[in-house]
């Protein structure tokens, strides 16, 4: 079966500090995806990126970056320099080929000014 | 732009009047999922609908009902709102074969009162 853990519920950071949102997940499937999505106060899902369990390159968007790694089944999120504007619940998700988008129990991110 | 509006954005109904929200999609996507997310919790997947064909997830109360009357529209129904049904429901459309890819739609925020 499919699971996503994501063990901290809230994290707490000052404007310009480096955070990482870890993410772990469970499945029997060779071929998945995950993703990250961002949920801002207003409640619409923000797609922030997809990877597919062939391609563990990291990769960095801006002041985004992802860590995949297969033997520890973790698919980990760093914001570099985070802002006020990051603040959200975030959420790393799941799916198999063909299958449901499975979600993990988020993140709330609170960054300070 | 090709994308997934669901209608209204912030819905108010009676506790035990039905409600109906809506969802299309203008990507042609042969899979359309409704999720329920309630205050602070992930999203939670009712059911999804491969092109006709409903499927049910287990524990979705038989208070929900959903219909999807072409490739573009798909409608949640709830027959007798509870307090405990206030929640924001989010449509997402995906495409069988392509990449694990899903796109969501803004959501309806319910309130129940």
């Known amino acids: 079966a499919q699971k996503v853990t994501q063990a901290q519920t809230e994290i707490s950071v000052v404007e310009k500090e480096d955070v990482t949102l870890d993410c772990v997940y469970e499945t029997r499937d060779t071929t998945y995806y995950l993703f990250w999505y961002k949920q801002p106060p207003s409640g619409e899902l923000v797609f922030l990126i997809r990877?597919?369990?062939?391609?563990?390159q990291n990769e960095i968007s801006g002041r985004y970056s992802w860590n995949f790694q297969k033997s520890t089944s973790s698919f980990n999120f760093t914001i570099t320099a985070s802002q006020v504007v990051d603040s959200a619940v975030y959420f790393c998700?799941?799916?198999?080929?063909?299958?449901?988008?499975?979600f993990g129990q988020g993140t709330e991110l609170s960054v300070k000014p | 732009d090709a994308m997934v509006i669901q209608n209204p954005r912030y819905q108010v109904t009676q506790f035990g009047k039905p409600v109906t929200l809506s969802c299309s999609q203008t990507l042609n996507h042969n899979v359309m999922y409704w999720y329920q997310q309630k205050s602070s919790q992930a999203p939670k997947l009712l059911f999804h609908y491969y092109d006709k064909d409903f499927n049910n997830e287990a524990d979705t109360p038989d208070n929900f009902q959903s219909r999807r009357p072409n490739t573009s529209f798909c409608f949640l129904d709830i027959r007798s709102p509870g307090l405990g049904d206030a929640a924001m429901y989010l449509c997402?459309?995906?495409?069988?074969?392509?990449?694990?890819?899903?796109?969501f739609g803004s959501g309806t925020r319910l309130t129940v009162v």
């Open positions: 997402a459309t995906s495409r069988v074969g392509w990449a694990g890819g899903y796109t």
């Open positions: 998700a799941l799916s198999e080929e063909g299958g449901k988008l499975i």
């Open positions: 990877r597919n369990s062939f391609d563990e």
